[in-house]
Each structure stands twice: as structure tokens, then as C-alpha cells.
């Protein structure tokens, strides 16, 4: 039999494996869009749970900038994808918070609130954070730069309370490594939270994706759902074809795979992943997700319940590191997806926490065991955030709660990491030719990270090897 044939396949369909589809397929190519799950949009897509429809991976979209602004991500998005922003229907955050080191600093999108706000707690400080600021405004992106953005912040800074205060958010949005992050991940981080900003698609995750499956398909890809591939067969040091786990087998010189680093290599046989994958390139962060569904607004809850988004860190000192026990709920991000600037009416109040965990101890549990935990330690979650915002368990009438076996379940991560690998490698290159990472591992995380990353690795690579 002869196999189908395609210019490229794409392996996932979360937002990085659609924009590049949906690229190649603009311009002609014969593209599949392989997804092994029966939704698309990959850590960020959506279900339904006791009658509630939930958002699975959207607190807030970062870099967000109004219609008309250029150069940015999002318009960079629009344009090659040929979305309107007026389309994306985004609502603007009001504020978010950042709650560390005893203090509660303020922030929105513009950033004059944030340097306001680090002069009143950090009033010795304020002239270094402004010339940080100024600096990273003007940072080149796409230098790989993996040093420590600890050490750089404290260099500059000399404050370890005002670092620990910058890390929290910067860690919790995209950080894959423990205790820190990259700096040329702290520039892009820090850029698309408080140089750009964040939004919240006025109806949810649900029209925002269906845009982008709309347009890939539209465009003439393939998307295939449960397709789950299992292999990528290489010959000769090239990728020649995928075969799925139902043994179809799909011929082509190119694959892009927004799977991730060591799951690739994984795919690609035990020889070339014993060879290229080294200790430590497995991501070891993965969080424990509360929904509660609430019976009022949040902001009626109390003052500090207009955030759209609170970063938070009780401890002494910021612990960003996978936990030696289930959960670590000493840090972690809230986020109350109705306190965006018009929020229809028609949406439901929810209050989400997430809280690092360890993958290994939730897989390990016995079923009863796992379902008691969930129950036991979103409490000790929900009960943490107490201390610096209202308890919003009285006016609980629905809880859901993902664990790292959920998200590896769905999205295929490996020890549900969501960040992925530490390594992360910024060509999107493999040792196999025709083969490329886009994604996560190729570094760019979010929503709009995502689709960046899709849309440049298809340009760089599929389109320019025509
Ligand atoms: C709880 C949570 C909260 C988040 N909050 C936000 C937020 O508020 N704002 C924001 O901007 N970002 C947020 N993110 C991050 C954002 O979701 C991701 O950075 C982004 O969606 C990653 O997209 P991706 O395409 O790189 O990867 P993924 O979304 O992981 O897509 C990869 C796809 O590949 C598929 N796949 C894997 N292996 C195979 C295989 N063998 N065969 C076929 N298919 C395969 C997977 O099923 C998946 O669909 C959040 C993520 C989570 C989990």
C-alpha cells in the first residue's frame, strides 16, 4: 500500500502546532495536524464537569496589547494568521496583585502602576527597577541566554524580598527551571506580563481556539483528532514518516513537533533518545489546579478580590521547586477569570489556585487514595490563600480539581511538566533532520508565546526547506 504523503505534519494541535498548520497550509503546502486527544488547543483547551463548562489552562493571556499596537507578539500573530485583534475579543485585566515578602504590590498594563508601587514598598530601590525596566523594554529577544535571572536581578537590584517579588509571577508563567529562570525567558516573561500585559477572551478559551481550527482549516490542513502518533520513523539520520499507534503510517520529509524535547526523541527509538537526551533535560515542575465555581462575583467577596490575577509567595524566602511531598501551596497564582474590564454578565464566577506538586507522588496513589488527596489538599490550597485574601469556600458550589496525572493523561507531558524541559533549545533544531521542535521546548510559552513559536519555527524551517 502506499502511504499518504504530506509536505509536513505537525505533531499536536495546542496553539504552537495549530499556527504552524495553519502557516504551511497558507502557503500551499499539504500539512496534517496530528492530535492524539478528541479536542483540540493541547494545555489549553476546555471540558465540561457537573454542568459547568471549564477553561483548562486560561487564567489570563499575556501580552496583551490594544488594537493598532505593532511589533508585538499578539499583532505579529494577528497579521501572519490573519486574525483580526478585533476578533480575539479581548477584555483588558483591571489590576492583578502580587502578594511576597509581606507586601501586596499592585499591577496593570501599565506599567507606571507596577513602578509606583515597588517605589512604595522599595522606596530605596525604585531608580534601579526603572533602569531595569527601561532595559528590558529595549532587550534584542531571541539571543539564547540561559544565566541566572536570580543572580542578574540581585546584582541590580541588591533586594532579595524586591527579586523574590519579580520572580514569583515570572516563574509561575514559564519558568521550567527550579528556583529561577533563564534570563532570556525573564526578558520575554517579564515583557509580555508588565511590558505588554494581560486579557481574557471575552467568552473564554472556546471561540479564541475555535478561530485558530477555523483558519487551519480553512487554510486546507488536516486536522486529525485521536490520532495518536507513536513513532517517527528515521532513516539515514532523517525523518521520513510518523506511524500512528493504530499503525497508519504518513509519509513525509518534515515534521514539526510541539510534543516536546525528550518526548520527541522518545518518539524517534531508544537509540537516537539515549544518545541526545541527557539527565536533567526532563522538566520536573507540575501544579494541582482548584476551580471552584462561586455563588457571587469575587470582588464581592472583599477588597482584594478585584485582582485579576494574584501571584503569591507566604513563605520566608520564594520556593519554586518541585515539592518532596504532594503539594507545596506556600506560592502559588489565583485567578478570578471574571475580573476583567467587561466581563459579560452571563459568565460564571470561578476562583482558581494553582500550586506546585509532585508528579511521582500523584501517580503513585491507589484510586481511593488519589481521590482523597484532591479533596484534602485543594483545601489545604484554597485554606493557604486565606492568609492574604478572602476564604472563598462559604460560597462554593462546585469544585474541580487536575492533578499532574491529569494533565499528563491529556496533554501526553511527561511527568506533567507543563513548562517542559529546562534545556530548552530556541532553533526549534533536532538531531534528526527534517525534524523540529516548536512549542514549549523551543521556548515560548503562553497563548501567544505558543502561536509565535509555531508560526516562526513553519517559517524558518518547513517553508524556507521548499
Ligand atoms: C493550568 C495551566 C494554566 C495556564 N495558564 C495560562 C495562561 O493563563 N495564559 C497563557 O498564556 N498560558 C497559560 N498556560 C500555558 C499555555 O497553555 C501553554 O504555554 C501553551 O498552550 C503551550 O502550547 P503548545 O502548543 O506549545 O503545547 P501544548 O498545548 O502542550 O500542545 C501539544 C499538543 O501535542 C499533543 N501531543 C503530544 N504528544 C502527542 C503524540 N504522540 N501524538 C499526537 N499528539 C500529541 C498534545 O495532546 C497537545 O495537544 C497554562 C497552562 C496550564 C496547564
Redesign the pocket.
Known amino acids: 500500500m502506499i502511504p499518504e504523503r504530506y509536505d509536513t505534519i505537525v505533531?499536536?494541535?495546542?496553539?504552537?502546532?495549530m499556527a504552524a498548520g495553519i502557516r504551511l497550509a497558507m502557503f500551499g503546502q499539504r500539512v496534517a495536524v496530528?492530535?492524539?486527544?478528541y479536542l483540540?488547543?493541547?494545555?489549553?483547551?476546555f471540558y465540561k464537569r457537573g454542568g459547568h463548562l471549564f477553561d483548562?489552562?486560561?487564567?489570563?493571556?499575556?501580552?496583551y496589547v490594544p488594537k493598532g499596537t505593532r511589533g508585538t507578539p499578539l499583532a505579529r500573530v494577528c497579521k501572519q494568521l490573519r486574525i483580526s485583534h478585533d476578533e480575539l475579543n479581548l477584555l483588558p485585566q483591571k489590576t492583578s496583585q502580587v502578594v511576597c515578602a509581606g507586601h501586596r504590590v499592585r499591577f496593570s498594563n501599565q506599567v507606571e502602576l507596577l513602578i509606583e508601587e515597588i517605589g512604595r514598598c522599595f522606596p530605596a530601590r525604585v531608580d534601579a527597577f526603572v533602569a531595569l525596566v527601561d532595559e528590558l523594554r529595549d532587550a534584542p529577544l531571541g539571543e539564547p541566554d540561559p544565566s541566572s535571572a536570580r543572580e542578574r536581578l540581585t546584582a541590580r537590584l541588591g533586594d532579595a524580598d524586591l527579586v523574590d517579588l519579580l520572580l514569583v509571577p515570572t516563574c509561575y508563567?514559564?519558568s521550567a527551571r527550579e528556583n529561577d529562570v533563564d534570563w532570556d525567558q525573564f526578558v520575554i516573561l517579564f515583557r509580555s506580563i508588565f511590558l505588554e500585559g494581560l486579557a481574557m477572551p471575552a467568552e473564554g478559551i472556546r471561540p479564541f481556539l475555535a478561530l485558530f481550527k477555523d483558519r487551519l482549516v480553512a487554510a486546507g490542513a488536516e486536522l486529525r483528532l485521536k490520532?495518536?502518533?507513536?513513532r517517527i520513523e528515521v532513516e539515514g539520520g532523517a525523518a521520513r514518516a510518523v506511524v500512528l499507534a493504530d499503525g497508519t503510517r504518513l509519509a513525509t520529509d518534515r515534521v514539526i513537533s510541539?510534543?516536546?524535547w525528550v518526548?520527541t526523541m522518545h518518539?524517534c527509538g531508544e537509540a537516537l533518545e539515549s544518545e541526545h537526551v541527557r539527565p536533567g533535560d526532563a522538566g520536573r515542575l507540575s501544579?494541582v489546579?482548584t476551580i471552584c465555581v462561586l455563588d457571587r462575583w469575587p470582588h464581592e467577596l472583599g477588597p482584594d478580590m478585584d485582582a485579576a490575577v494574584i501571584f503569591y509567595s507566604t513563605g520566608e524566602r520564594f520556593r519554586y521547586e518541585r515539592p518532596d511531598r504532594l503539594v507545596d501551596v506556600s506560592s502559588g497564582v489565583i485567578?478570578m477569570p471574571t475580573n476583567f474590564a467587561g466581563t459579560p454578565a452571563e459568565r460564571e464566577p470561578l476562583f482558581r489556585v494553582?500550586v506546585l506538586a509532585d508528579h511521582e507522588r500523584w501517580v503513585a496513589l491507589e484510586e481511593d487514595e488519589y481521590v482523597a488527596r484532591k479533596q484534602l489538599l485543594s483545601d489545604a490550597a484554597l485554606e493557604a490563600t486565606t492568609a492574604f485574601c478572602a476564604d472563598v469556600r462559604p460560597h462554593e458550589t462546585f469544585r474541580d480539581v487536575?492533578t499532574p496525572r491529569t494533565?499528563t493523561k491529556?496533554?501526553?507531558?511527561l511527568g506533567g511538566a507543563?513548562?517542559g524541559s529546562p534545556r530548552k533549545r530556541p532553533d526549534g533544531s533536532t538531531p534528526v533532520a527534517g525534524l523540529y521542535l516548536?512549542?514549549?521546548d523551543q521556548g515560548f510559552?503562553?497563548?501567544?508565546?505558543?502561536a509565535v513559536?509555531?508560526i516562526s519555527i513553519a517559517t524558518q524551517h518547513a517553508m524556507a526547506a521548499r
Not at 34 to 37: A, I, M
Not at 445 to 450: N, Q, S, T
Open positions: 505533531i499536536g494541535a495546542g496553539l504552537s502546532g496530528l492530535e492524539q486527544h483540540w488547543g493541547g494545555l489549553n483547551s483548562t489552562g486560561m487564567h489570563a493571556l499575556t501580552n508563567y514559564g490520532s495518536d502518533v507513536a510541539s510534543a516536546g518526548e518518539l501544579f489546579e485567578s494553582t487536575f494533565l491529556y496533554t501526553r507531558k507543563i513548562y516548536c512549542g514549549t510559552l503562553g497563548v501567544i508565546g505558543a513559536s509555531g
